[in-house]
């Protein structure tokens, strides 16, 4: 899906990185500036001219004061860092201090093209109207994510689902079925209910009733096997 022209600002001093992931924004329709040095970085912010910063984060950063400045410069920017040692840690530090989302360096271009699609719709930007639950259900997904500090690809292991899967979720480009989001509240650890919407009318009721039906369903089957199994070793 294209994720609409967006001006993207990127700051990263790994040169061979840098320049694939231009070459990958630009394919996708993407205007890109790309910068390797801290000072041109601020410079290209004060000029106010890119709605999202791609920013490089290493272990010599000293995130909250870097942050604090980009925000001090430009408070409505949509930050999105990366980082190659991404840590749980490192994920929460980013977010409390302005990035919009965290991402793991190599960037992989599934994840990027979310994470950029998410920044757009956060600054207004022009993207096509989805449905206003499901919509609603793709943030809740999204914001756990970012709450653990996980990648796509970590939730799709974890929720035993494909990382395309998960990310049409957290798009909302595709219809969830009950059972996925069963797995993806599994992977996230959670309970499935608190990733639909506060109030979500009465289609959506339908589809919580049924999601609690089957999350019954699949706890008896639970319940059943471990009786069989204690059953068993008693007789052993």
């Known amino acids: 899906m294209h994720d609409g022209r967006i001006r993207v600002l990127l700051f990263d001093r790994d040169e061979p990185h840098r320049s694939a992931l231009r070459a990958l924004l630009e394919r996708r329709g993407h205007e890109v500036v790309s910068v390797s040095s801290l000072?041109?970085?601020?410079?290209?912010?004060?000029?106010?001219?890119?709605?999202?910063?791609?920013?490089?984060?290493?272990?010599?950063?000293?995130?909250?004061?870097?942050?604090?400045?980009?925000?001090?410069?430009?408070?409505?920017?949509?930050?999105?860092?990366?980082?190659?040692?991404?840590?749980?840690?490192?994920?929460?530090v980013a977010m409390r201090n302005g990035a919009f989302?965290?991402?793991?360096?190599?960037?992989?271009?599934?994840?990027?093209?979310?994470?950029?699609?998410?920044?757009?719709?956060?600054?207004?930007?022009?993207?096509?109207?989805?449905?206003?639950?499901t919509v609603r259900t793709a943030e809740r997904l999204r914001a756990r994510r970012q709450e653990l500090g996980l990648t796509l690809r970590q939730v799709a292991a974890r929720s035993g689902l494909s990382t395309s899967t998960v990310s049409s979720a957290e798009r909302g480009t595709a219809a969830i079925t009950v059972r996925t989001l069963h797995q993806?509240?599994?992977?996230?650890?959670?309970?499935?209910?608190?990733?639909?919407?506060?109030?979500?009318?009465?289609?959506?009721?339908?589809?919580?009733?049924?999601?609690?039906?089957?999350?019954?369903s699949m706890n008896r089957s639970a319940r059943q096997r471990r009786g069989m199994a204690s059953r068993v070793l008693g007789v052993q």
């Open 101 to 133: 989302d965290y991402l793991e360096k190599p960037v992989d271009a599934e994840e990027l093209g979310l994470a950029l699609r998410e920044a757009a719709r956060s600054q207004g930007l022009a993207l096509e109207t989805l449905d206003e639950v």
């Open 184 to 216: 993806l509240a599994l992977g996230l650890q959670t309970p499935a209910s608190s990733l639909l919407p506060e109030d979500p009318g009465a289609p959506m009721a339908r589809f919580d009733q049924r999601l609690v039906a089957i999350e019954q």
């Open 39 to 92: 000072d041109r970085l601020l410079d290209h912010v004060r000029l106010g001219r890119s709605p999202v910063l791609l920013l490089e984060l290493d272990l010599e950063t000293d995130v909250p004061l870097l942050l604090g400045t980009i925000r001090s410069i430009d408070r409505q920017i949509a930050i999105l860092c990366f980082c190659s040692r991404p840590s749980i840690d490192g994920a929460l």
